[in-house]
C-alpha cells in the first residue's frame, strides 16, 4: 500500500456529517476537521447567530458547511432538524453527538427537574438522535455514530453528582449501540476527552489558582488545545477504523491513567 492509498482511507469526500454543538469548542474543531477531510458538516447549536458565524467562518476556508440550528433536547426541533436532512442532502453518514451541559453542584443541591434537565440534554438527547441517524444511515448500509463523552464518567469528585453519570451512561449506550447497529454496517464509538482549554473552561484556564493545578495533575502538564480532539474525531469516522466499533477512545494526555 502506497503513501497515499493509505492516507486515503481516512478521506470523508462527500459524506454528509452532522455535529452537535459544533458552533465553538471541541465541535467545531471536529467539524473544521471532517469538513477539510471531504465532508459537508452541519454546524449545529441553540444559537442562531454563532452557528452562522461559524458556518461562515469554515466556507471562508473553502470548507462545505451549512446550518442546523436546533436544540437536542426539543423533539420537535429534533425531527424537524432531520426532516430537512432528508430535503436537502438525501442521506446522513456521519452522527457526532459533542453536545453536554453540566451544572457542578451536589446531588442534594440540585433540584429534580435540574436532575432531569441534565439527563435529558447529556444523555436522552444522544439516544434520540442516534436513532434518528440510524435509520437513515442503514438505507446505504453505512455509517458512523460517534459520542463524546469525558474521562469523568471513569471517575469522581464530591460536587459534581449528575454529569459523570450522564456521560456513563452515554458511554454504556455506545457499546449497547455497537451490538445493534454493527450487523446493519454502522459502527458506534465514543471519545472521552480530559480537560481541554475551550471558551467554556477559558475562566478556569486563567484563573491563577485552578489552571496551574489542573495543568500539574496532568502528565503532560498542560491543557488539551480543542484542535487536538480533531485527530480522533476524523479516525472514527473515516474507514480507517472500519474495525473499529464499540471502543472508547481517551483523549485526556494520561490524566485517567494516574492515581
Request: with cysteine.
Amino acid at each position: 500500500m502506497t503513501a497515499s492509498s493509505f492516507l486515503q482511507q481516512f478521506s470523508l469526500a462527500g459524506q454528509i456529517a452532522l455535529v452537535t454543538g459544533s458552533a465553538r469548542g471541541l465541535g467545531l474543531c471536529i467539524a473544521r476537521a471532517m469538513a477539510g477531510c471531504g465532508a459537508h458538516v452541519l454546524i449545529n447549536g441553540r444559537d442562531v447567530q454563532a452557528v452562522g458565524q461559524a458556518v461562515q467562518a469554515l466556507r471562508a476556508d473553502g470548507l462545505a458547511a451549512s446550518a442546523l440550528p436546533f436544540d437536542v433536547a426539543d423533539d420537535a426541533a429534533v425531527e424537524a432538524a432531520f426532516s430537512r436532512i432528508d430535503a436537502e442532502f438525501g442521506r446522513l453518514d456521519v452522527l457526532v453527538n459533542n453536545v453536554g451541559a453540566r451544572n457542578r453542584k451536589t446531588l442534594q443541591a440540585m433540584a429534580p427537574a435540574e436532575i432531569r434537565a441534565l439527563i435529558d440534554t447529556d444523555l436522552v438527547a444522544g439516544m434520540v438522535l442516534s436513532k434518528l441517524a440510524a435509520e437513515r444511515m442503514v438505507r446505504h448500509r453505512h455509517g458512523r455514530l460517534i459520542a463524546i463523552t469525558s474521562v469523568v464518567g471513569e471517575l469522581a469528585r464530591a460536587g459534581d453528582a449528575v454529569y459523570p453519570a450522564a456521560k456513563q451512561g452515554m458511554t454504556g449506550m455506545m457499546r449497547a449501540l455497537a451490538m445493534e447497529y454493527a450487523p446493519l454496517g454502522i459502527t458506534s464509538n465514543a471519545i472521552a476527552p480530559g480537560t481541554f482549554a475551550t471558551e467554556t473552561n477559558a475562566a478556569m484556564v486563567a484563573d491563577p489558582a485552578v489552571g496551574p493545578v489542573v495543568a500539574a495533575r496532568n502528565p503532560m502538564r498542560r491543557w488539551g488545545q480543542p484542535e487536538e480532539i480533531a485527530g480522533a474525531a476524523v479516525f472514527l469516522a473515516s474507514s480507517a477504523a472500519s474495525y473499529v466499533n464499540g471502543h472508547v477512545l481517551v483523549v485526556d494526555g494520561g490524566l485517567s491513567i494516574q492515581f
